[in-house]
């Protein structure tokens, strides 16, 4: 399985520097997991950055994935891996959620960078 977090998510449908790096794992829907945190984070920038339409547009690739709701065991190991790795609150959601699904996490967020099964990317600055 994999799980493609908001900055990848937000990378390929800007096709930004990166967006190759994440294509294979988007396009193979039928092993992609969508944590409804990573809808919340690419719907509120796509909104914020383009319109209403462009960000309903976004969200409806996502459903292509297997969405995974947050749930109360999901929410107590996110608060555990959150605390032992300190990661903000949605890095630490997401990577509980790959972890619950054994998923590989694809990223140019640093804060994984160096953790288990990330595939990492650092995020190319603009000049």
């Not at 994999?2 to 990378?11: I, K």
């Not at 409804?36 to 319109?51: A, D, G, M, N």
């Not at 409806?60 to 065991?73: K, N, S, T, Y």
């Not at 790959?98 to 990330?118: E, I, M, S």
Request: charged letters at 25%; proline letters at 3%.
């Amino acid at each position: 399985m994999n799980l493609v977090d908001s900055s990848g998510w937000l990378e390929y449908l800007a096709d930004g520097p990166n967006s190759s790096f994440f294509t294979t794992a988007l396009e193979a829907t039928e092993r992609l997991l969508v944590p409804t945190i990573c809808v919340t984070e690419v719907f509120k920038r796509v909104l914020h950055q383009r319109s209403e339409d462009a960000a309903l547009q976004a969200v409806a690739l996502m459903r292509q994935g297997m969405i995974v709701e947050l749930d109360f065991a999901l929410a107590l190991s996110a608060a555990k891996i959150g605390h032992e790795k300190k990661l903000p609150l949605a890095d630490s959601i997401i990577l509980a959620t790959a972890r619950a699904y054994q998923a590989t996490l694809w990223t140019q967020d640093a804060d994984f960078d160096g953790l288990d099964d990330v595939q990492f990317i650092p995020k190319e600055k603009l000049r």
